[in-house]
C-alpha cells in the first residue's frame, strides 16, 4: 500500500540521516584534532615558546638576530631576549669555534 512504501522511505531517509550526522561529527572530531596536533606544533616552534624553554635570542644595536660570532666584533652592543626581558650587553671579545 501507498501508505506503507512511505512510511518504509521515512524509515530509510531517516536511518540515513542518521549515519550522515554521525559522519559529520566524527568528520568534526577529526578535524578538530587535526588542527589541535597544527596548534601544538607551530606552538612549539614559536620564538616565544622556545624563550620559555631557557633559551635565548641575541640581537644586534638595529634588532637584527645574529646567527654567527662572524657578525659580531668587540666593542659592539647587542640586546639578549630572554623570556622575561632584555639584556644590554656590550661585547668584549669575540671568539670563533675553532674545527677540530
Given at each position: 500500500?501507498?501508505?506503507?512504501?512511505?512510511?518504509?522511505?521515512?524509515?530509510?531517509?531517516?536511518?540515513?540521516?542518521?549515519?550522515?550526522?554521525?559522519?559529520?561529527?566524527?568528520?568534526?572530531?577529526?578535524?578538530?584534532?587535526?588542527?589541535?596536533?597544527?596548534?601544538?606544533?607551530?606552538?612549539?616552534?614559536?620564538?616565544?615558546s622556545v624563550l620559555h624553554r631557557g633559551y635565548s635570542v641575541t640581537l644586534d644595536n638595529k634588532g637584527?638576530?645574529?646567527?654567527?660570532?662572524?657578525?659580531?666584533?668587540?666593542?659592539?652592543?647587542?640586546?639578549?631576549?630572554?623570556?622575561?626581558?632584555?639584556?644590554?650587553?656590550?661585547?668584549?671579545?669575540?671568539?670563533?669555534?675553532?674545527?677540530?
Amino acid at each position: 500500500s501507498p501508505g506503507r512504501d512511505l512510511e518504509t522511505q521515512q524509515h530509510s531517509l531517516n536511518l540515513l540521516q542518521d549515519r550522515l550526522t554521525r559522519s559529520i561529527g566524527l568528520l568534526q572530531i577529526k578535524l578538530s584534532d587535526s588542527v589541535q596536533q597544527q596548534m601544538d606544533l607551530l606552538d612549539s616552534l614559536s620564538p616565544l615558546s622556545v624563550l620559555h624553554r631557557g633559551y635565548s635570542v641575541t640581537l644586534d644595536n638595529k634588532g637584527k638576530s645574529l646567527r654567527s660570532v662572524k657578525e659580531v666584533h668587540s666593542g659592539d652592543k647587542l640586546q639578549v631576549r630572554m623570556e622575561d626581558g632584555t639584556l644590554q650587553t656590550k661585547v668584549v671579545s669575540v671568539k670563533p669555534k675553532h674545527p677540530n
